[in-house]
């Protein structure tokens, strides 16, 4: 399995008052700049075979926009995303074809979470998300076996990428 992991973008801060957090969309500017960095995104990844998304309002937003990007995908709710417990997310991962390009759109600290323990790596040893970032996965077996990380990219770099190919 190819995995790509996706943190939400930009989004309005917790705590705004009259918007509960489930319920935070994402920013215009948020909105603006991801949507770059999906086409960015989907000129270095293939469209996905599985899509699968955090129920929160910020991260569904995000997948829609990277749907938009890869074209003829839609996000597929898996609320697993939205928890935080990288054994729950790695159950759902399970039950997708072992040869499957799958992402997930998600929250930090639970993706960076998710990531370290795909990697073996200790609890405390992250690499943490910007908004908006992209690591990418090669999980040879099972989703509990771990796998290899191709690349961790920002949204800055992916941003560019998007530029790269308008030009």
């Known amino acids: 399995m190819r995995l790509l992991i996706i ?3 930009i989004a309005v801060p917790g705590g705004t008052p009259g918007i509960a957090d489930d ?3 994402l920013t215009p500017r948020g909105r603006r700049r991801f949507r770059r960095a999906a086409r960015g995104l989907a000129r270095i990844a293939k469209c996905p075979d599985v899509l699968l998304s955090s129920p929160l309002a910020r ?3 995000t997948a829609t926009l990277a749907a ?3 074209g003829g995908i839609e996000p597929t709710v898996e609320p697993a995303l939205a928890q935080g417990n990288p054994a729950r997310v790695l159950a759902a991962l399970a039950a997708q074809p072992r040869d499957a390009a799958v992402a997930v759109v998600g ?4 993706l960076s979470a998710l990531l370290a323990a795909l990697l073996g790596a200790p609890e405390g040893d992250r690499l943490s998300f910007r908004k908006g970032g992209v690591a990418l996965v090669e999980l040879p077996g099972a989703p509990r076996d771990g796998g290899q990380l191709l690349w961790f990219l920002p949204p800055k ?3 560019r990428l998007a530029r790269r190919a308008a030009a």
């Open 107 to 110: 929250h930090e600290p639970y």
């Open 68 to 70: 938009k990007a890869w």
């Open 23 to 25: 319920d935070r969309p």
């Open 7 to 9: 943190r939400h973008a």
């Open 59 to 61: 991260a569904m937003a």
């Open 157 to 159: 770099l992916l941003r």
